[in-house]
């Protein structure tokens, strides 16, 4: 199984709500990673987790808050979001993070995010 | 920094034909690692290929290979016999073997396939 799922699907939400986003993985994979990609640009890394440790943090914006419950799964909440925050969502695992060596990364199918 | 750069937003080529991607980096290690992703319509991001640049031979993949020019920092994919469903956005991506381990992606370079 290298299968990376990532729900909802799609997700439309206001300014004052709150939603989160999850992304599983069952490859025993201990780096995940949320990426945000805008139309027609490559995906930005916003978090790393590396056995269920923030790692990265590339200077997200509070209103993004990152929970890695346990190795497989990895959250996303989303709270007072700007509508610039509109996007794809990408969640990808890999077997690990910080050792050298050349791990692939798995990447799932997204969420689309509009924020209204 | 490294900096990986594609400049070709689109290219375009007929089916069973074959195509070349190109992709330019700019670093000053030795080992890191470079790939090409495809991202088809449904948005999933897939690894096509990926080269060690410690490896002088050029990777490969069914139909897909790669012409690494380690002192030119050139990393091109070509695509033969092209299939309908090699349609995508590719990206080139840059890991450096020691620093930061984050992917570094092009710009991205829409591929479409014509019947």
């Known amino acids: 199984d290298t299968e990376v799922t990532q729900t909802p699907k799609h997700l439309v939400m206001g300014m004052t709500n709150k939603k989160s986003l999850k992304c599983e993985q069952h490859m025993g994979h201990r780096a995940m990673y949320w990426y945000k990609q805008k139309a027609k640009k490559p995906p930005e890394l916003m978090f790393v987790?590396?056995?269920?440790?923030?790692?990265i943090n590339e200077s997200v914006p509070s209103r993004f808050s990152p929970e890695c419950p346990n190795s497989s799964l990895l959250n996303l909440h989303l709270h007072a979001l700007q509508p610039e925050d509109s996007a794809l969502y990408l969640c990808a695992s890999s077997q690990d993070w910080s050792r050298r060596g050349f791990y692939e990364q798995y990447f799932g199918p997204g969420t689309r995010l509009t924020v209204t | 920094a490294q900096t990986v750069t594609q400049s070709q937003p689109e290219m375009s080529v007929q089916e069973a034909e074959t195509v070349t991607l190109s992709c330019t980096y700019d670093t000053s290690e030795s080992d890191y690692y470079l790939f090409w992703y495809k991202q088809p319509p449904s948005r999933q991001m897939i690894l096509v290929i990926r080269q060690e640049a410690y490896k002088q031979q050029n990777a490969t993949e069914n139909r897909f290979s790669v012409n690494f020019q380690k002192a030119a920092k050139s990393f091109s994919l070509k695509i033969s016999d092209s299939q309908l469903g090699d349609a995508a956005m590719y990206f080139c991506?840059?890991?450096?073997?020691?620093?930061?381990?984050?992917?570094?992606f092009g710009t991205g370079t829409r591929l479409q396939v014509f019947p």
């Open positions: 987790y590396s056995y269920e440790k923030l790692s």
């Open positions: 991506a840059y890991r450096s073997e020691h620093n930061t381990d984050k992917l570094i």
